[in-house]
T-cell receptor, first 116, second 114 residues
């Protein structure tokens, strides 16, 4: 069965500092990895995804994520945090077509707080 | 505007009173799904549908039903709600049976069962 772990329930970072939100995964075969963000009282919004190719993926709002196959990780990063980045972040994984269920499995979420 | 809509956005009900949460998408997506979000548990999939008249169970289907009679609509039915179904519910859709497709989420329905 596939799974996602987000080891930190909350991450605090000062505005302007780099931020990292951690994600590790477990799947059989090659993973398709996603990051979503949830602002207060809103639905989830897609940030970025890794399917294949370059391990560094760039997404919306200046975020990027690095796929590391040996460490089974897909950490979300941003060089300089903004107060408006404060939100709940979810990592998700699914397997390629034919490799198993179409189900998208989410982590438990990490609350990011950017301090002015 | 491309969107997934859910109704109602907020609902307070009592144990055992049947309810339906509607979900509609205007993007002609084939795949639709329901999730529930609970603190400390993240999002867990309830049911999903690959296309009209094709539905399947997710991780937590007990106590829920769904139907997919039309491509755009995917209602979630609670025949006899219980307090442990108090949660925040999200509907989502994506283009087709492809693992690369991103899912588009509705704004959520906050359900309280007393």
């Amino acid at each position: 069965a596939q799974s996602v772990a987000q080891p930190e329930d909350q991450v605090n970072v000062a505005e302007g500092n780099p931020l990292t939100v951690k994600c590790t995964y477990s799947v059989s075969g090659n993973p398709y990895l996603f990051w979503y963000v949830q602002y207060p009282n809103r639905g989830l919004q897609f940030l970025l995804k890794y399917i294949t190719g370059d391990n560094l993926v760039k997404g919306s709002y200046g975020f990027e994520a690095e796929f590391n196959k040996s460490q089974t990780s897909f950490h979300l990063k941003k060089p300089a945090a903004l107060v408006s980045d404060s939100a709940l972040y979810f990592c998700a994984v699914r397997v390629p077509p034919g490799a198993g269920s179409y189900q998208l499995t989410f982590g438990k979420g990490t609350k990011l707080s950017v301090i002015p | 505007e491309a969107q997934v809509t859910q109704n109602p956005r907020y609902l307070i009900t009592v144990t055992g009173k049947k309810l339906t949460v509607t979900c509609s998408q205007n993007m002609n997506h084939e795949y639709m799904s329901w999730y529930r979000q609970d603190p400390g548990l993240g999002l867990r999939q309830i049911y999903y549908s690959m296309n009209v008249e094709v539905t399947d169970k997710g991780d937590v289907p007990e106590g829920y039903k769904v139907s997919r009679k039309e491509k755009r609509n995917f209602p979630l039915i609670l025949e006899s709600p219980s307090p442990n179904q108090t949660s925040l519910y999200f509907c989502a859709s994506s283009q087709a049976e492809s693992s690369t497709d991103t899912q588009y989420f509705g704004p959520g329905t906050r359900l309280t069962v007393l």
